[in-house]
């Protein structure tokens, strides 16, 4: 598979970050981290988050890209107006500039993953191809966190605040 070759190669190459999440090279550019949350039974469209740094001279843009585990895979753009949460389509794809590190991540620009075929579960992984304007299209496969999950590997919001009136308690008892 073109996914498991691109792998080899990366790590062949010794640029593998340490984790779980693998990255990827295609022509200039190195895209990280990988992941995606975990959906409730009924959700119809799941968001995907990564990295794209762009090691090249001259900019690229993400275009779109598809999965068989959804109906089709949009680039997005979270944004606020009027106070009100809103995201939309990117219009003409998200350029990369040269020399330069573009996140996608919660509340910002993220993939749309539209008409999900099954629900996401944490730990599951979810084979994606992005397409690039000039570096054409890549394998990445996203790692399924839990639930409200803000970035990869981290807890999901909510395991810190149940932990806080434990620390109280340490050595506090006169
Ligand atoms: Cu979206």
Same mark, same amino acid.
């Given at each position: 598979?073109?996914?498991?070759?691109?792998?080899?190669?990366?790590?062949?190459?010794?640029?593998?970050?340490?984790?779980?999440?693998?990255?990827?090279?295609?022509?200039?550019? @190195?895209?990280?981290?990988?992941?995606?949350?975990?959906?409730?039974?009924?959700? !119809?469209?799941?968001?995907?988050?990564?990295?794209?740094?762009?090691?090249?001279?001259?900019?690229?843009?993400?275009?779109?890209?598809?999965?068989?585990?959804?109906?089709?895979?949009?680039?997005?753009?979270?944004?606020?107006?009027?106070?009100?949460?809103?995201?939309?389509?990117?219009?003409?794809?998200?350029?990369?500039?040269?020399?330069?590190?573009?996140?996608?991540?919660?509340?910002?620009?993220?993939?749309?993953?539209?008409?999900? !075929?099954?629900?996401?579960?944490?730990?599951?992984?979810?084979?994606?191809?992005?397409?690039?304007?000039?570096?054409?299209? @890549?394998?990445?496969?996203?790692? @399924?966190?839990?639930?409200?999950?803000?970035?990869?590997?981290?807890?999901?919001?909510?395991?810190?605040?149940?932990?806080?009136?434990?620390?109280?308690?340490?050595?506090?008892?006169?």
């Amino acid at each position: 598979m073109k996914s498991w070759l691109a792998v080899v190669a990366v790590a062949a190459l010794g640029l593998v970050t340490p984790g779980h999440a693998e990255s990827v090279s295609v022509g200039d550019l @190195v895209i990280s981290q990988p992941w995606t949350r975990a959906t409730a039974g009924g959700a !119809k469209v799941g968001g995907g988050y990564l990295t794209i740094e762009n090691k090249g001279q001259v900019a690229d843009k993400l275009v779109g890209g598809s999965t068989d585990a959804a109906g089709k895979l949009e680039v997005h753009q979270m944004s606020t107006i009027n106070g009100v949460m809103k995201m939309h389509q990117v219009e003409g794809g998200l350029t990369i500039e040269p020399g330069k590190t573009v996140k996608l991540e919660p509340g910002g620009y993220h993939l749309m993953l539209v008409g999900l !075929k099954h629900p996401f579960k944490k730990g599951e992984k979810v084979p994606v191809t992005l397409e690039f304007e000039k570096a054409g299209n @890549v394998a990445v496969t996203l790692d @399924v966190e839990g639930i409200g999950a803000r970035a990869p590997g981290a807890p999901a919001g909510g395991a810190m605040m149940k932990k806080m009136p434990d620390h109280s308690h340490d050595g506090g008892q006169k």
